[in-house]
């Protein structure tokens, strides 16, 4: 369903869609009004957050760069379907966006372009899992303030975590009995935390038992394996985040496998790079983010090479036959 967009140079539609489950999953896009777009770009949003309104800012910033931009809730997120903020298992929101995500490239007139992943907070630890399962069909990922590992002030404890493993198989939706307020600290602008609070498809409540369970297993398994990630792809972290850990972003940084990496740290900023920070804060970030994306979007890569010279074989063979 199109709908009119504040700004007349992007144009805005949101749909449905079926998963593999049968339950229905929001998605959006952004799109250059008149405008080829330079590269598709695909949010994925964090832990208990949604794409179509604290993201707005973000993919219309990336439209006026020429770029298309496209989002999905993630189930039981925003305005998708399924129990608030329960994860049952991160494999299927991996799927999900997987399939989305490569059927949105696969479209005609989307052939032909680079692809890139933009991962905030837990979609930053997913862009990661989607380059795992598809190493050679991404081209680059923005992770901004990634969880490769869960801030050790926010990590529950040893033994409250070998009894995280037991109750979440008893009771896995059960809300936990602590809650730690992660808007007040991530969000440095108090008028952001107010507009999260007040934002309906945004949960504030307690993690549930099974949702805590995964996002430390896959935070664990991510952080062993920084080596594996061979993407080209720009980690930005605030050095004042008290959610996700720098350090792992610096770990990532240093051990990744990847030729093509780039590690910006911010002092003074929060977790909240992409809208939490004052505007002037916000304009560095995007600058930086713009001219990582120019500078290779400008140069081309070699899978779409690949795929054009596997395309004019197959025509010229084509060609041959009918003679």
Known sequence: MALTHPDENVNYDETFITNSRGLKLFTCKWIPVDKEPKALIFICHGYAMECSITMSSTATRLVKEGYAVYGMDYQGHGKSAGLEAYIQNFDDIINDCSDHFTNICEKEENKGKMRYLLGESMGGALALLLHRKMPAFWDGTILVAPMCKIADNMKPSPPVTFLLRGICWLAPTWKSP??????????????????????????????????????????????????????????????????????????????????????????????????????????????????????????????????????????YVTKINKL
């Open 178 to 315: 602590i809650h730690r307020d992660i808007v007040e600290v991530a969000f440095k602008e108090p008028e952001i935390r107010e507009e999260i609070r007040k934002n309906p498809y945004c949960y504030k409540g307690p993690l549930r038992m099974k949702t805590a369970f995964e996002l430390l297993r896959v935070s664990l398994d991510i952080e062993k394996r920084l080596d594996e990630v061979k993407l080209p792809f720009i980690v930005l972290h605030g050095e004042d985040d008290k959610v996700t850990d720098q350090q792992v972003s610096k770990q990532l940084y240093n051990v990744a496998s990847s030729t093509d990496k780039t590690l910006k740290l911010y002092p003074g900023m929060w977790h909240g790079l992409l809208y939490g920070e004052p505007l002037e804060n916000i304009d560095i970030v995007f600058l930086d983010i713009v001219r990582w994306l120019e500078e290779r979007t400008s140069l081309g890569d070699s899978r779409l090479e690949m795929e054009r010279k596997l395309e004019n074989d197959r025509l």
